[in-house]
Structure formats: structure tokens, C-alpha cells
């Protein structure tokens, strides 16, 4: 979906970024990823409530989470419906809704490094459609 209001983000759960990176490079994976245990903090998968890997989480231009499960095909689906509704200028109304890490919920905002220890966060990609992705290479 080059070129849309769409991003793809990782989280990492490798026990190292070096496997992350070569995990990268073997499957050309074109997507930023935080590397899920993070210095001095919480690792996103605790703070997301992840159980299972992968989980994949889809949310709106408004950071309104719309799918969260294991089912790649349905979490694209959702993300290609929601862009086509964006493109198109269709708005949903928001309404005030809890920040939290389920369906319905503000999904709330991580901020750490990638993969090559450059800072970012979800925020960076207000406005568009996110899938993000909690994955590993094992």
C-alpha cells in the first residue's frame, strides 16, 4: 500500500536485534520495528497484553483500535477497508473511548527505537491506518 495513508509497524520479540536485522535482511522485510524488550522499561508485548505471537493489531486514522487477533488475512482486510474509507474522506464520528490496547479502545502510543536504534513512535503516523505487527523470527 506504498504511497497511502498506511503503515506497517513491527515489534520484535527476538532475543537480540542482531537476529531481528538478519531476520529483516533474509525475509527483505520492508516495515520499522521496535525491538520488544526495551532498557529500563516494560516490554511492549507486557504493556499490549500480547499472549500469542504474532498478534496483529489494526487501528484507524484516529488510533481507534479495529482488529486485534492472529489472523493476517482478516487484520489486511480490515486495514485495506479502513484506507479505502480514508481515501474516499469518509470520516467516522469519534466519540470519547478509553485508551487501552482492545478492540473499540485509543490504542496507546509506544515510543522507542527501531531496528538500527533510531527513535520513533506510533504518533509519527497520525492520520493513517496501522497495522501493527507483533512478530519474531524463530
Do not use: C
Not at 531481528?20 to 516495515?31: F, G, H, M, Y
Request: charged share 30%; no cysteine.
Amino acid at each position: 500500500m506504498e504511497g497511502r495513508p498506511f503503515a506497517l509497524v513491527g515489534v520484535n520479540s527476538d532475543d537480540s536485534v542482531e537476529t531481528a536485522q538478519e531476520a529483516v535482511k533474509k525475509n527483505e522485510l520492508n516495515w520499522r520495528s521496535f525491538q520488544n524488550e526495551r532498557k529500563d522499561m516494560p516490554a511492549i508485548s507486557d504493556d499490549w497484553k500480547v499472549s500469542g505471537w504474532p498478534t496483529i493489531v489494526v487501528m484507524d486514522e484516529n488510533g481507534i483500535i479495529k482488529y486485534r487477533g492472529h489472523d493476517g488475512h482478516a487484520a489486511t482486510e480490515m486495514a485495506a477497508k479502513l484506507v479505502a474509507k480514508l481515501e474516499k474522506g469518509e470520516e467516522e464520528v469519534v466519540e470519547e473511548k478509553a485508551i487501552g490496547t482492545e478492540k473499540g479502545q485509543f490504542a496507546p502510543n509506544i515510543t522507542g527505537v527501531d531496528l538500527d536504534g533510531k527513535s520513533f513512535s506510533l504518533a509519527d503516523y497520525e492520520g493513517q491506518v496501522i497495522l501493527l505487527d507483533f512478530w519474531g523470527d524463530w
